[in-house]
């Protein structure tokens, strides 16, 4: 938008129309007496009665007003040749903003402005705020100092506009007051704002509202601070005003505080609750078993709300649930029925049951909630005794009559210790009984895996490399486990992949072929195998290690549904070549000088296989099962140790 600011005032004068001189009586003038006439004849009528006759005057008053007009003509002949004579020099009496420019020439006049206001043009308005300052220009501004158009404007007065505005001019000049006329700015507005917003983000600060983080098991509460917005139009405004000064001016910034919507108070009961759940560690015990949750641990459950303006910190029922549910799987029994076998197609028990302790997971987590919030960090942990269902009145019972699926791995080359580690875990499996419409979790079954459960270490994959683990190895018996329930059908409800591809996994996984896309691992409380027996009777599992043929097979007996299992796949796509260079990673537990290669290089891949299975004659959808393998480099380990 442009606007034209200019201080010289417009006047506007009255119009006059023509004016009317009122003409005198016609008079008959006489210069001598009229001659004598004969009398009249006698008559009867009366005689006619002349009007007498009054001499003639001077017309005085035409007079007085040929002298006046001849006085005005004199008064303004002067300047009126004067402007004749010097066109190109201001008229006398003319001055700019109070400075006499009388019979100056354009450069002249255009060389005054300039001198006179030099420091404005260079500093037209000094910007402050908060002891920082900001010195635009004319041209910053978008402001035109038009001394050109203020110079053309003091030589025409008196010689440009109507005649009766340029009489009114002339007559001023003869008087003491004269002309003075301002100068002339010309402003865009708009340009002004952009100016502004540009210093935005020097000036602006936006608002912080109070906030509440957990990190590591500590709170760490973040005051609020207040925010400050700058003020354009109202700035600007005082900009213009600054201009119309035609000096140097200091014009402060305005600006106005964002308040932010939470302030310290509104978390203030969230920080005192959030210090409350983290002030010690959470013991839970179970006779004489132990576990203990760091304050990190307690920190994953908590959650942080804020309603109506205020902040809440609660616990979160469902990380809870979760947390108990892992929980359990260390508290749980491993299994509470007698181991049975099948055996010449009779079912037998070859190890007698046993009760069993179960965590009773709603009470344990009403428990600890409790605790958490009254600071009684030493629980008691709620269980259960469960007896065995089976007997041997009962077997018959079962529908265990015949062999459903089979799954099967190949350990041939492993070393010792995953063997041992193979034999222990395919321990666990053996015999185990599974209800009808039970969900089987690998890891409750496996229970604990250390040297009392005949475990030893080896290496295993761990997170994304691969290094000493009690019970490497174990991996190979949740697969072995995998493979039976897929080819039994059983709906699988959780299954993790390798992170890399191990190729001794390829043998046994497709009737037809070795190929990858059919492994599994697991990962005591947080990696899981799980499925649920739909066959509508009970299940035994069978697992054996043959150390022969260096085979695990796992056999699931029980009554075989209406139901055929065929695949499609493996699709294997986006491979990818294993990293060139080779990772090196530092052990302390093995001496100076020591290099020992823990991993070799893999490609990546991405591979599905669909399961298709058709039970009474109808096809159901196909399952995806699909695996990402990450390409992956040589890892080699060297020693920091002692030597």
């Known amino acids: 938008m442009l606007r034209r600011l200019s201080t010289m005032a417009e006047k506007y004068y009255q119009e006059y129309g023509p004016i009317r001189r009122r003409k005198g009586?016609?008079?008959?003038?006489?210069?001598?007496?009229?001659?004598?006439?004969?009398?009249?004849?006698?008559?009867?009528?009366?005689?006619?009665?002349?009007?007498?006759?009054?001499?003639?005057?001077?017309?005085?008053?035409?007079?007085?007003?040929?002298?006046?007009?001849?006085?005005?003509?004199?008064?303004?002949?002067?300047?009126?040749?004067?402007?004749?004579?010097?066109?190109?020099?201001?008229?006398?009496?003319?001055?700019?903003?109070?400075?006499?420019?009388?019979?100056?020439?354009?450069?002249?006049?255009?060389?005054?402005?300039?001198?006179?206001?030099?420091?404005?043009?260079?500093?037209?308005?000094?910007?402050?705020?908060?002891?920082?300052?900001?010195?635009?220009?004319?041209?910053?501004?978008?402001?035109q100092f038009e001394i050109e158009q203020t110079a053309a404007l003091a030589l025409g007065v008196g010689r440009t506009g109507s005649p009766l505005h340029r009489f009114e001019e002339l007559w001023k000049l003869q008087q003491h007051d004269g002309v003075d006329i301002a100068p002339r700015l010309r402003v865009d507005i708009s340009r002004i704002q952009r100016y502004l917003i540009g210093l935005a983000g020097e000036v602006e600060q936006p608002p912080r509202d109070a906030a509440l983080s957990i990190a590591a098991g500590k709170v760490l509460p973040t005051s609020a601070r207040t925010g400050r917005q700058l003020l354009v139009d109202a700035t600007a405004l005082d900009i213009l005003h600054a201009l119309q000064s035609l000096e140097p001016r200091t014009v402060p910034i305005r600006t106005r505080?964002?308040?932010?919507?939470?302030?310290?108070?509104?978390?203030?009961?969230?920080?005192?609750?959030?210090?409350?759940?983290?002030?010690?560690?959470?013991?839970?015990?179970?006779?004489?078993?132990r576990w203990t949750w760091e304050q990190e641990r307690i920190a994953e459950m908590l959650t942080i709300r804020t309603i109506d303006g205020r902040m809440f910190v609660d616990i979160d029922q469902a990380r809870l649930e979760r947390a108990v549910a892992r929980l359990a799987q260390f508290v749980d029994s491993p299994s509470v029925e007698p181991r049975v076998a099948f055996r010449n197609g009779r079912l037998q028990i070859i190890e007698?049951?046993?009760?069993?302790?179960?965590?009773?997971?709603?009470?344990?987590?009403?428990?600890?909630?409790?605790?958490?919030?009254?600071?009684?960090?030493?629980?008691?942990?709620?269980?259960?005794?469960?007896?065995?269902?089976?007997?041997?009145?009962?077997?018959?019972?079962?529908?265990?009559?015949?062999?459903?699926?089979?799954?099967?791995?190949?350990?041939?080359?492993?070393?010792?210790?995953?063997?041992?580690?193979?034999?222990?875990?395919?321990?666990?499996?053996?015999?185990?009984?599974?209800?009808?419409?039970?969900?089987?979790?690998?890891?409750?079954?496996?229970?604990?895996?250390?040297?009392?459960?005949?475990?030893?270490?080896?290496?295993?994959?761990?997170?994304?490399?691969?290094?000493?683990?009690?019970?490497?190895?174990?991996?190979?018996?949740?697969?072995?486990?995998?493979?039976?329930?897929?080819?039994?059908?059983?709906?699988?409800?959780?299954?993790?992949?390798?992170?890399?591809?191990i190729s001794w996994y390829d043998a046994f996984s497709f009737p037809d072929r070795a190929a990858p896309g059919l492994d599994a691992t697991i990962y005591t409380g947080v990696q899981d195998l799980k499925f649920i027996n739909d066959t509508g009777h009970w299940l035994l599992m069978e697992a054996v290690a043959d150390t022969d043929a260096q085979v695990l097979s796992v056999r699931l007996y029980g009554t075989r549904p209406d139901r055929r299992v065929t695949v499609v796949g493996p699709e294997i796509t986006n491979i990818v070549a294993p990293p060139a260079r080779a990772i090196y990673l530092n052990d302390p537990s093995l001496p100076v000088g020591v290099v020992r290669q823990t991993d070799r290089a893999r490609r990546g891949m991405d591979i599905k296989v669909y399961r298709v299975i058709t039970e009474g004659g109808v096809q159901r959808t196909p399952e995806l099962f699909f695996t990402r393998f990450k390409a992956w480099p040589d890892v080699f380990v060297r020693g920091t140790g002692s030597p």
């Open 25 to 143: 009586k016609r008079r008959l003038l006489i210069d001598e007496p009229p001659p004598e006439l004969p009398p009249d004849p006698p008559s009867l009528k009366p005689p006619r009665r002349v009007p007498p006759v009054r001499p003639r005057r001077a017309p005085v008053i035409g007079r007085v007003l040929m002298l006046a007009a001849l006085g005005v003509a004199l008064y303004f002949a002067q300047p009126f040749i004067t402007s004749v004579i010097a066109a190109d020099r201001a008229m006398p009496g003319v001055s700019i903003r109070g400075a006499p420019v009388g019979g100056m020439s354009r450069e002249e006049i255009q060389a005054l402005l300039a001198s006179q206001y030099e420091a404005f043009l260079k500093t037209p308005v000094t910007l402050v705020f908060e002891g920082r300052t900001w010195k635009p220009s004319l041209d910053d501004l978008g402001v």
């Open 257 to 289: 505080f964002l308040e932010p919507t939470l302030a310290d108070e509104d978390i203030a009961a969230a920080v005192a609750d959030a210090e409350l759940l983290l002030s010690r560690p959470l013991e839970l015990r179970q006779g004489e078993r």
């Open 352 to 501: 007698p049951g046993q009760n069993g302790l179960r965590l009773k997971q709603p009470e344990a987590i009403d428990t600890i909630r409790r605790a958490l919030r009254t600071q009684e960090h030493d629980v008691e942990l709620p269980v259960e005794t469960v007896r065995p269902q089976i007997t041997s009145e009962t077997l018959p019972s079962l529908g265990i009559v015949e062999l459903v699926a089979e799954g099967k791995t190949s350990f041939a080359g492993s070393a010792e210790y995953r063997i041992t580690n193979i034999k222990a875990g395919a321990a666990r499996m053996n015999g185990v009984l599974i209800p009808p419409g039970a969900e089987f979790s690998f890891n409750t079954q496996l229970g604990a895996v250390d040297a009392e459960h005949g475990f030893v270490q080896g290496y295993a994959v761990i997170g994304n490399r691969t290094q000493l683990e009690w019970g490497g190895g174990v991996c190979q018996v949740a697969t072995t486990v995998f493979r039976a329930a897929f080819w039994a059908g059983l709906p699988i409800t959780e299954r993790h992949a390798h992170p890399f591809y």
